[in-house]
């Protein structure tokens, strides 16, 4: 660039900065601001839908398989009988019982225990990511 193209350009910036009122400059930082943020927005909603997403498809395949192994491996009877309303009490009764040897013997244990073993794996996993950064 010789001199005559720098003098041009300090002319040519010099006037286009001062050609523009203020206010304009204003307004239109707000508008890019304010689409900046809802683009923001969108991106945080976009990712929040995705993550749900992901956890109920992570879900659904952590109780399919909880039944697949309860079933074929733990022999676990999940026949629940859906009553009507007379003798209500008893079939309650029948339900209950069956809840309680369902997650009370020996069998969920084993369970019980590995979900406990994820869920102290996962929060020490986050202390140490926490403390990390």
Known sequence: MDNQDKLLKE???GSLNENVPLSFMAGIT????????IREKKLSIRESAYQFFIFLLILSLF????????INYFDINFDFKISL??????????TGIRLKNLF???ESL??????????????AQQLIQRRVK
């Open 63 to 70: 109780i399919s398989l909880f039944a697949y192994i309860s």
């Open 30 to 37: 707000r508008k890019i601001e304010k689409e900046k943020a």
């Open 85 to 94: 309303p007379e003798d209500n009490i008893f079939r309650l009764k029948e």
């Open 11 to 13: 002319i040519l910036s």
């Open 104 to 106: 009370l013997n020996p």
């Open 110 to 123: 084993v369970w019980y225990i590995v979900g406990l073993n994820m869920a102290v794996l996962f929060i």
